[in-house]
């Protein structure tokens, strides 16, 4: 999938997690009065450090919570946030509920769809953005609100969007400082 | 009448233990842990008559009176921070920028409903929130305000953050406890009602962020002070959320009982570049469209439901004139139709089919037999399932066929041949 | 208990019995889907709405299965609210469903085609794309999912979890992209997987065996047993032109609630349609008529009176046992049964002793054997042959002796070689009669908590062959037993050799027969053998 090798520094699908974060997951499965209460949690913190939540993820969290591997897969499906497939380096959601459509979110995703070069729902040819309209996300005050992995950009207009984005694409170290770098350099 | 809610809200990041104390912060609770006994709290509570504000309005009080008096194992808090309802932003500054405000509340409910543990719920894309309350609850537990002996009173009150995972229906609080419980975010058929059998299978009281938020101030400041404020059946403060085509959307405090029109004209400025407005939203998506006309209701509970619709969040949306109503309605259509949880047969069928028909009209499809269509569709699903997701999704699509019927009449389309889709000329 | 009132009449039942099975006990039928007697309700399809009815209020609409009869409840089943909602609930789940009747397997039987009928509109009035999901996929060894046809009413995802203890299949996505999937490329395994196309209440999930064998409308249905194992669970047996083309679970809390195993299931489904079965009797090696081979072991049974040992088989039923009994009885030097053990068993229903009426045995005093001592004492000078009536019986013990005579009387198949029956193969025993199936004769089986039940001949067997019962009844003809042929009824009197009520088979509750003896069992003879 070329979407995996589009994070660099990402394990692969068939990595298995470093001892810390082993330990961290089962930390959070002893720290509910069930231990699938922590589920949610491990899910996050699996997809944060694979960058999707791999069949070996789901089966692995069965384990630690009692649970059968297609209870977890069940869980996981429900919940917009959590990916199933590798995706890109830089996961690009833009509100398209009431508050910020109307102050205009249509056109920034329409115009970052063609600075990008891919509709909404899809993703960069070199796999560093994708582009998905998403529902509210609680920045009806400050609308259009962006989102790159849970880091809002608000008041964004279809200008601030393309520095956000020519911020992005000239990055290549972690991508987490990247986008604290690009909201800096949008401001 | 002097704010209380809102006063850090200007400040760029939380304000952390050391300042919050200054302020004032955790002074109550001190106060109430090792003062009062659990049930004048809660007699407080319900004397203030605090309502909740995650929407439904049902009074704190008689809620936490709900809760075993000598509990048998453990009962639960859980603060409902998934903050969802589109138009719906004020929970996030109580938490990102005054966490210490929601902790402190905390303790005190943890105190009168006799919970050791307390779980917020915080809604996935939250990140900000989670990390400023995880902040937060690490200097309490540092400083003995939270922890196996709080306050040094030797009671327990411990505080977990919870994070979600993008999902509106988990703001339904059954949903919410399966949600913490790990499962997917389906409402629970009730009874039995969560004070019984809530999270984890114990007594739990669910309540939002802002409501937690009043409970210090209730206790410090005292009953009388508290009804001064907003109405009579609904007292206090209320963070008004303005967005949409405002001139300065945010969150406004203000006293419940205002005008629509005051909220959006006094504290936001009015209509943006003096545009006119086509509908508003009075209190997130749920609560429907109403024409410029109904601007003087009265933000409360009570009267908004004679209007027919509700208070909910008082998150109030402005849809300018250049949006079509149509289009306004699909955006909400469309979300609902994402977000139910799709257990009930006629919600999940529902919600996506009466989202499908308002398409049409949008694309200037639509057929007059729709009408009774749609009014069948909400008629067939609320009150017919197992939460009010049914209830929600026909808040826009009722209130557009009352107040806007004409914007589905001007997109009747030609009428269409009998043969359905799929129907091809192989005979 | 709690007396209620539904659509004006009254019913006592136990309080906290929910509205649909006190309806139940009234004829009152309340449609319902994601209801399951068996499994815990979780009154999402909203089909079983009804109304309750209390004075001086407007009616209110509740789900019946979540609703507990309680003292003086008043419910109305026929109000026009609660038609209506029942009326709009068919509608949404008629809305994406593909109506393919005509080639669903399920038609006939469907709950989604029946409550149209009953309480739907006639006339449907979306118009819109229908979702396309995916079709006729296998998820598991035996269960073809069409999540098109799928109502979401979970019954299957709680089955797996509630009943087989296999969470293999869950509800995947949200809202109306909602389906039913398991593990991402991975099938489900269970020994219960069969009930998923019973319980599924359309044509979402159907068997891979049965798929386009047959309109349901054109089956023949008899109620049976299963005799797979000595659970012996109540099942229906569905044939076309003599074939057995379905087993299904038929109700009995007695035994087996409402399901079975897939061992039984698609075990009968071989095991009733033998292919390669030998229907030609067989004399040292040569074939001949059955009749001609029954004739000539009566013969050296006679010839060699009381030097025969009779190994009876688990596989005959309490007819053909007590029969024996009678008949060889006197004319055997011992007739006995090797007890068969269980293996692979779960803690469900499938025992995992394929030994269908070994109970019976016990119970009608037939002595139990090891399979050494029956090979010690068949080589004793005193016996003169062994007749068996059981192929992997015979087979262990050709294993361990060298015997003087041997006779097999079973059904037996040419298509297994290799196999323990195939070591008894008709050409190395001097004597084979072709047997019959139990589902060629109606009689009846005990099972392993002694409970005695009704199987119908539901097959015809094929031409010419006798069965044991013909050999018996000629040998009793022979002997001049009185058994033969006084009219009175087989089952009443095994029921009677039990110390039981004399009931016919047709007289036999459907739930069956308790026959747990008051005190242990005795062998009827003096234990020869041991």
Known sequence: MSGASARPGQPGEDATPPEPLLRELEALAARYPTRRGGLLLMLHRLQEWRGWIAPADMRRCGTLTGISAAEV?????????????????????????????????????????????????????????SLQEVECLGSCGSGPCLEIDSRYFENVDAGKAGRIVDALARSDGDATDAIEHAAKAAR | MANYLSLEFARSGPMLLAEARGKGRWATAERVLKTMKPEQVVDEVKNAG????????FPAGIKWSFMPKEPKGPSYLVINADEGEPGTFKDRQIMEKDPHLLLEGIAIACFAMRAETCFVYVRGEYLSSLVALETAIAECEQAGLLGDDALGTGRRVRVLAHRGAGAYICGEETALLNSLEGRRGEPRAKPPFPAVYGAFGRPTTVNNVETIANVPFILERGVPWFRSMGTQGAPGNILYGVS????????????????????????AGGVKAGKKM????????????LPPGKLDVVMDPDALKKEGTMLGTGGIVVIPEEVELLDALRVLSRFFRHE???????CREGAAWSDQIVGRFQRGEGSGDDFALLNDIMRGSKQRTICVFPEAFAGPLGSALVHFKGDFERNIGPASPVAPQGATSRG | MAELSIDGRKVEVPAGTNVIEAARKLAIDVPYYCYHPALAPVGSCRMCQVEIVDPGKPPRVVIACKTEASQGLNVSTTGKDCVAARAATLEFLLANHPLDCPICDKAGECDLQ????????GVGRFTEPKRQLQKHELIGDHILLDQERCILCTRCVRFMGEYAKAPQLVVAGRGD??????????????NYEGNLADICPVGALTLKEFRFKSRVWDLDSEESVCTLCDRNCSVTLDTKRNRLLRARPRQNAKVNGWFMC????????????????????????????????????AEALLADRGRWLVVLSPRLNCEEILLARAVLGPLARALVHVPVAAEGGDAILFTGRRAANQRALELLGIEPVSAEDLARVAVEAATAGVLSFDSVALATLLGKAKLKRAALVDVWRRADPGTAADAAAPLGVEFFVPGTLFTEKAGSFVNCDSRLQRAARVQRPPQGILGEAGLLQELARRSGDAHAGDGVDPTARVLAALGQEPLTLLQLPEEGLDVAPAAPVVAAGEARLA
């Not at chain 1, 069940?74 to 830089?90: I, K």
């Not at chain 1, 508050?99 to 891919?118: I, N």
């Not at chain 2, 086509?278 to 469209?289: K, Y």
């Not at chain 3, 992209?177 to 269970?190: D, K, L």
């Open chain 1, 73 to 129: 897969f069940s869980v996981v499906s429900f919940y917009t946030m959590f990916r199933t497939r590798p995706g890109a380096r830089f996961p690009i959601g833009i509100c398209r509920n009431i508050a910020c459509f109307v102050q205009g979110s249509e056109h920034v995703t329409r115009a970052l769809s063609e600075k990008l070069g891919c509709e909404p729902g899809g993703m960069t040819a070199d796999g560093r953005f």
């Open chain 3, 114 to 121: 029946n409550f149209s009928y009953k309480h739907g509109h």
């Open chain 3, 262 to 297: 897939d061992v039984g299931r698609f075990g009968l489904l071989d095991h009733c349609n033998p292919s390669g079965r030998e229907e030609g009797g067989f004399l040292k090696g040569a074939r001949v008529a059955p009749a001609e081979a029954a004739n000539a072991l």
């Open chain 2, 340 to 346: 139910t949880c799709g257990q009930c047969a006629p």
């Open chain 2, 244 to 267: 949409g085509a405002v001139e300065n959307p945010g969150i406004y405090e203000g006293p419940l009982g205002m005008s629509a029109r005051d909220v959006i004209e006094k504290f």
């Open chain 2, 278 to 289: 086509r509908a508003f939203i009075p209190g997130g998506a749920s609560t429907g469209f």
């Open chain 3, 177 to 190: 992209r909602n389906v039913i999937a398991t593990f991402p490329g991975e099938r489900m395994h269970s």
């Open chain 2, 50 to 57: 605090l309502r909740g504000r995650g929407g439904a309005w």
